[in-house]
């Protein structure tokens, strides 16, 4: 079963995407923010990681960082999933390490297509 973490801070975002990821037999996990992700991805070592940017305490920038230098996390697929839609923003998450980089609205349907494409 693929296990993916969600990171987002806003709950309808949350529930529309662990619905979704279940009916897809994913594992999934939700974190709420930068540190509450890492520590939940170094005991669950996920797939994927679904990370957005603007969060308290520790911002997705920080988080993507984090994970990249953690040698049991480093090759853990980062898709982040922002409402920063701009050029500057896309290519610094792409440039930091970020497998891809989707903007906010999304659709679910196409953003679970996305992540199996990512894993296969």
């Given at each position: 079963?693929?296990k993916i973490l969600i990171v987002d801070d806003e709950p309808n975002i949350v529930m529309s995407l662990e619905y979704a990821f279940k009916k ?97």
């Amino acid at each position: 079963m693929k296990k993916i973490l969600i990171v987002d801070d806003e709950p309808n975002i949350v529930m529309s995407l662990e619905y979704a990821f279940k009916k897809k037999s994913f594992e999934v996990y939700i974190a709420r923010d930068g540190g509450e992700a890492i520590q939940i991805a170094e005991d669950k070592i996920p797939d994927v990681i679904l990370l957005d940017i603007m969060m308290p305490n520790v911002d997705g920038y920080e988080t993507l960082k984090q994970i990249k230098n953690n040698i049991n996390l480093r090759d853990t697929k980062v898709v982040f999933l922002s409402a920063k839609n701009k050029v500057a923003d896309i290519e610094k998450g792409l440039q930091m390490g970020a497998d891809k980089y989707l903007t906010k609205p999304f659709s679910v349907k196409k953003l679970v297509s996305e992540i199996n494409e990512l894993l296969n």
